[in-house]
């Protein structure tokens, strides 16, 4: 028996192999950024789909590992001291994930905290208000009449970009290294192309975060995890 043979998640979506990792996850810009950071890692896991409608995300299984009934979430057998980790939201999980590894946070103190604080920067707004603006322009936003809800998204989410374009001035990465900030900002930014708001925010005037999303886009690590677990057919 194994932390994860004894976790009800392993009811409904039972491991093949209870000594590796565990995600339970759906291709959305937030799950994605678990399944690039273990590609990128090189850490051995599992993926389980886990959709995101009520029948799974609001099933007793999940809610026992996720209370807040969100993918991306975790359990890993082999956690610090040989306890095993049971977590969600998915910039904690990039953050143990950099930690257990020692990869992708930096390499100072101050390294660190420098990343984490993009890592902050898209939990808080980044990712909040491109989501709200796809709400409010693809799903079932986009059926309410009053244009105040969209237009404030709009422009706190071009706002949001300018500050990423500045940042990227000569810069590749967001923090100068490759890291976790990048597995957490860049697929939102793929996010715009979905949601169908690029042009609502003028996308090709951001020269700087253009050229960095097509450089995230083309590492292996991401186009291998970009689609895991895959979509349903």
Do not use: C
């Not at 339970?24 to 389980?48: C, D, R």
């Not at 079932?140 to 809800?149: S, Y």
């Amino acid at each position: 028996m194994t932390a994860v043979t004894t976790h009800p998640i392993n009811r409904r979506w039972a491991a093949e192999n209870p000594e590796l990792l565990q995600l339970y996850s759906f291709p959305t810009p937030n799950g994605v950024k678990v399944s690039i950071m273990l590609e990128e890692i090189g850490l051995p896991y599992e993926a389980h789909l886990v959709t995101l409608s009520d029948a799974d995300v609001r099933s007793p299984e999940f809610l026992a590992l996720n209370p807040n009934n969100k993918i991306p979430a975790i359990i890993d057998p082999q956690g610090p001291d040989g306890a095993a980790v049971h977590l969600f939201e998915s910039g904690a999980i990039l953050i143990y994930l950099a930690e257990k590894t020692g990869q992708l946070i930096g390499e100072t103190a101050a390294e660190k905290y420098d990343v984490l604080k993009w890592v902050m920067f898209q939990m808080g707004g980044l990712g909040p208000m491109l989501g709200q603006l796809g709400y409010f322009t693809k799903f079932a936003g986009a059926e309410i009449e009053d244009p105040r809800p969209r237009e404030r998204f709009r422009v706190e989410a071009k706002r949001l970009l300018a500050v990423l374009e500045q940042q990227l001035e000569g810069r590749d990465w967001i923090t100068g290294s490759y890291s976790i900030a990048d597995i957490a900002i860049a697929p939102w930014l793929n996010a715009l192309a979905y949601y169908g708001t690029q042009e609502l925010v003028g996308w090709e005037d951001y020269r700087n975060v253009n050229a960095y999303l097509a450089r995230f886009l083309a590492r292996p690590a991401v186009q291998a995890g970009l689609n895991i677990p895959p979509r349903p057919v």
